[in-house]
Nanobody, 119 residues
């Protein structure tokens, strides 16, 4: 079973930066894709970015450039560096991890961490 622990959310002023972290723990599985999604009030959850085990990244439109996703495979940890934050980036950010056991894939979600961009 995979447990995800997120950290790094909070309140930041427009133009500021935050770094989110998410660590996967457990045993008996292999981690493949890791990533971040977000959900703003009244909106659907949307992709922010994903990263594969060898480091191939995928960003949602308009996120690349201000947001950078990275991972430490030895620590089963994924990071999201967010710069030049805007009020419209305010949302709950969810960590996403796909694990693999034999030939089966499983999707896991973190509990979410609130990011609020406001002056």
């Amino acid at each position: 079973q995979v447990q995800l622990v997120e950290s790094g959310g909070g309140l930041v002023q427009p133009g500021g930066s935050l770094r989110l972290s998410c660590t996967a723990s457990g045993s008996g599985f292999e981690i493949s894709t890791m990533g971040w999604y977000r959900q703003a009030p009244g909106k659907q959850r949307e992709l922010v970015a994903t990263i594969t085990t060898p480091g191939i990244t995928n960003y949602a439109d308009s996120k690349e450039g201000r947001f950078t996703i990275s991972r430490d495979n030895a620590k089963n940890t994924v990071y999201l560096q967010m710069n030049s934050l805007k009020p419209e980036d305010t949302a709950v950010y969810y960590c996403y991890v796909r694990s693999r056991v034999l030939t089966f894939n499983y999707d896991h979600w973190g509990q979410g961490t609130q990011v609020t961009v406001s002056s």
